[in-house]
């Protein structure tokens, strides 16, 4: 399998009147995914018990739980993705958190 990931920032939606955002495009075949998800998703963190620092999911984080369940059904990827993300903020989060997927047909 062959992923890609793209990412952007800019001004979250709904903040600011007038605003001004990037467009893209991409190509999308048969089986790929697509995921999107808020900040509050790779802003997850947690406190290590040993060292007494805060860790962040970042997205380095979230695009390796992407990476780990790519081989199951989007169902079963996004439940397996949510459970180890409640896990990783011990189920509290600081923030919003969603991750919407589709898989094009």
Same mark, same amino acid.
């Given at each position: ?32 995914? !697509? ?7 790779? @802003? /997850? =963190?947690?406190? &290590? +018990?040993?060292? *007494?620092?805060?860790?962040? $999911?970042?997205?380095?984080? !979230? ?7 790519? @081989? /199951? =059904?989007?169902? &079963? +990827?996004?439940? *397996?993705?949510?459970?180890? $993300? ?20």
């Amino acid at each position: 399998s062959f992923t890609r990931i793209f990412t952007t920032g800019g001004t979250p939606l709904g903040l600011q009147r007038n605003t001004t955002f990037v467009s893209g495009n991409i190509q999308l075949q048969p089986k790929d995914r !697509l995921f999107i998800h808020t900040d509050g998703v790779p @802003n /997850l =963190s947690h406190l &290590d +018990t040993k060292t *007494g620092d805060r860790k962040k $999911l970042q997205t380095k984080g !979230l695009e390796e739980l992407i990476l780990q369940y790519e @081989n /199951l =059904s989007l169902d &079963d +990827t996004l439940s *397996g993705i949510w459970r180890e $993300l409640l896990d990783f903020c011990r189920g509290k989060p600081k923030d919003d958190i969603l991750l919407f997927g589709l898989e094009v047909p």
